[in-house]
């Protein structure tokens, strides 16, 4: 079945320093998400990319999506406190039609 | 706002028990999904529901059930509860199937004993 890895798994980073997670799949995706959980908390819906090469920023995140579609990743500008929690990409494509298959996240910690 | 609420955020239950957790959603979704979630594991999907009384097999539908009658709820069931069904639960619903925002409930922390 379809798989997404995501590394590194964890991260420690000075507050001001930049961060990045990336993930990549096995299959071709038709789309990935990224979510957000902050620590005690849920999942929290961030972005949706869908087309092959896809930038999207949200203030000091950029989203990319790879020409191949079947990598994407997540890079923080700058980082603050309030950035401290865990990063999921979640795709979907090939045969999990309906289904978003998530990767391990990443754990940020962000030391002030 | 979308509200999908979880009916325990935390329970214990014993080898053996069988055990309900319910989700409700308020936003009239289509979808409705069950995950648990491990550490080093993410998020694994257990069974989803496009429509009232139907479902299909997650990634690890083993030792769950469900049932969906009436369109705003979806509950997981445990027909027999083991320790290795120790974890979080997470509900969640969409609008959409394959394309769409899936909005999480808070968690039920399960502890088997």
């Known amino acids: 079945g379809q798989q997404v890895m995501q590394i590194p798994q964890y991260q420690h980073v000075q507050e001001g320093e930049d961060f990045t997670t990336y993930c990549n799949s096995s299959t071709t995706l038709s789309n990935i998400q990224w979510y957000k959980q902050r620590p005690g908390g849920h999942p929290v819906f961030l972005i949706q990319l869908v087309k092959s090469g896809e930038v999207k920023k949200q203030k000091r995140l950029t989203f990319q999506f790879g020409e191949a579609k079947k990598n994407s990743s997540l890079h923080i500008t700058a980082t603050q406190t309030t950035d401290v929690g865990t990063y999921f990409c979640a795709g979907t494509g090939g045969t999990s039609y309906g289904k978003l298959t998530f990767g391990q996240g990443t754990i940020l910690t962000v030391h002030p | 706002d979308v509200k999908v609420t979880q009916s325990s955020r935390y329970l214990v239950k014993r080898t053996g028990e069988k055990v309900f957790l319910e989700c409700v959603q308020d936003?009239?979704?289509?979808?409705m999904f069950w995950y648990r979630q491990d550490p080093g594991l993410g998020l694994r999907l257990i069974y989803f529901s496009y429509d009232v009384k139907m479902k299909e097999k997650g990634d690890i539908p083993e030792g769950y059930s469900v049932s969906r009658e009436k369109k705003e709820r979806f509950s997981l069931i445990l027909e027999s509860a083991s320790t290795n069904q120790t974890s979080m639960y997470l509900c969640a619903s969409s609008l959409f199937l394959t394309t769409d925002t899936q909005y999480f409930g808070p968690g039920t922390r399960l502890t088997v004993l």
């Open positions: 936003m009239d979704h289509e979808n």
